[in-house]
Structures are given as structure tokens and as C-alpha cells.
């Protein structure tokens, strides 16, 4: 199993300011990804965190808005760029544990509010 | 493309009643397929996992699965429920045959009521 801690919580943050939520897992691990869940919505994967390299990006996601660094196998951050109302959400961090390849683990999530 | 459909935004149940939470999945290949729980103010947690062994899955909290492939469906089922069951459940599909990159459906919340 792994254990994920995410900080911050919570936050209450300005438009057009830039939030940066941390991401550690308290074992090496593989893969890192990065979800969001929208007031009321499902979750969907904003992109996959690679270590050494720059960040696997899905449809309608992009770097410049949603910048993601990986420096180890243990710690990931993503940033929440240029904030609007629109990107009040749950942001959650979920690792792939290796030997466990079947099972995904996620983090409490970051609860974003943007005024 | 993989994806996945969960029918009834909100399920409530008397205590102690069967719980019945429908899922419905779509996939150009095998299906690996997942149910999460979300207490408020809370992760995921996995309840159960479908990943081609066998077709019906035991997972935590007295909660099961049945894979049925002619029917496309991964229906989440406890027979008897209990008040500490009250939470948001989630279907999800991978698109790897991993756990890697999830694909979840909108969501069930269940609720129990006295």
C-alpha cells in the first residue's frame, strides 16, 4: 500500500493568482497522476507526473495552466495557474504502486476555492 | 476507448435493505474495472477490483461485484446495509489494464436512512 499526504488541505485563493499543491507518498512509486473533481462532478485525470521528464498531459489539459513537477519517485507538485472561479475543485494525487499494478491509491485531495 | 456509466446520480436505502449500485462499462478490450468509495471530506478508497480473474468480486466492508460481460456490467451489490455505507461510490475503468489512468463514471451517492 502507500500512504499519500497532500498538502495544502484547503485553500482559499484570488483570481489570477497561482496555487502550488504537494503531492508525497511515504514509498517509491512508479506512477504519479493528478486528478480533478469539480463541485458535483466525477474526477478526471489532468495528466500523469513523470520523474526526470516533463508531464504526460490528457485532452483539454495543458502545461502552461496546469505546470507539474516530479523531482523524485516520492514527490510530485501541480500548479493551478492564472486562477479563475472555474478551477474550484478537489485536486487528488493517485500513485501506482509498484508490485501492486492493479490497485491505485489517492490522496485526501486539496479542496481549491478561487474568488 | 474506455468509459463508464453509473445509473442513478442518488441511491437511498433503508438500513439493513440490499444495496444495489449499477454500473455499466465500455471497452474495446478487456475491461479492468474498479469501484471507489468517498466519505465526505475524504480520499478514495478502493472497494473492489475486476482485473479477469473471477467474475464475481468480494471486496472490503461486506461489499460485491459481479462482472458480467453480456451485459457490460460491473454492479456494485451489499446485502444488508448500514448507516456507515452513506457516501459517494465511483465505477472506474482503466485505460491501461493497470490501475494507471482511471476513466470514473459521475457517481452514485448512496444514502441510509433509519
Known amino acids: 500500500s502507500a500512504v499519500i499526504s497532500q498538502k495544502p488541505s484547503r485553500d482559499i485563493c484570488q483570481r489570477g493568482t497561482s496555487l502550488t499543491i504537494q503531492c508525497q507518498v511515504d514509498s517509491q512509486v512508479t506512477m504519479m497522476f493528478w486528478y480533478r473533481q469539480q463541485p458535483g462532478q466525477s474526477l478526471t485525470l489532468i495528466a500523469t507526473a513523470n520523474q526526470g521528464s516533463e508531464a504526460t498531459y490528457e485532452s483539454g489539459f495543458v502545461i502552461d495552466k496546469f505546470p507539474i513537477s516530479r523531482p523524485n519517485l516520492t514527490f510530485s507538485t501541480l500548479t493551478v495557474s492564472n486562477m479563475s472561479p472555474e478551477d474550484s475543485s478537489i485536486y487528488l494525487c493517485?500513485?501506482?504502486?509498484?508490485?501492486?499494478?492493479?490497485?491505485?491509491?489517492f490522496g485526501q485531495g486539496t479542496r481549491l476555492t478561487v474568488v | 476507448a474506455q468509459s463508464v456509466t453509473q445509473l442513478g446520480s442518488h441511491v437511498s436505502v433503508s438500513e439493513g435493505a440490499l444495496v444495489l449500485l449499477r454500473c455499466n462499462y465500455s471497452?474495446?478490450?478487456?475491461?479492468?474495472l474498479f469501484w471507489y468509495v468517498q466519505y465526505p471530506n475524504q480520499g478514495l478508497q478502493l472497494l473492489l477490483k475486476y482485473t479477469s480473474a473471477a467474475t464475481l468480486v468480494k471486496g472490503i466492508n461486506g461489499f460485491e461485484a459481479e462482472f458480467k460481460k453480456s451485459e457490460t456490467s460491473f454492479h456494485l451489490t451489499k446485502p444488508s446495509a448500514h448507516m456507515s455505507d452513506a457516501a459517494e461510490y465511483f465505477c472506474a475503468v482503466s485505460r491501461t489494464g493497470t490501475a494507471s489512468k482511471l476513466t470514473f463514471g459521475t457517481g452514485t451517492r448512496l444514502q441510509v436512512t433509519l
Open positions: 493517485s500513485v501506482e504502486v509498484q508490485g501492486s499494478d492493479t490497485e491505485a491509491f
Open positions: 471497452s474495446s478490450v478487456p475491461p479492468y
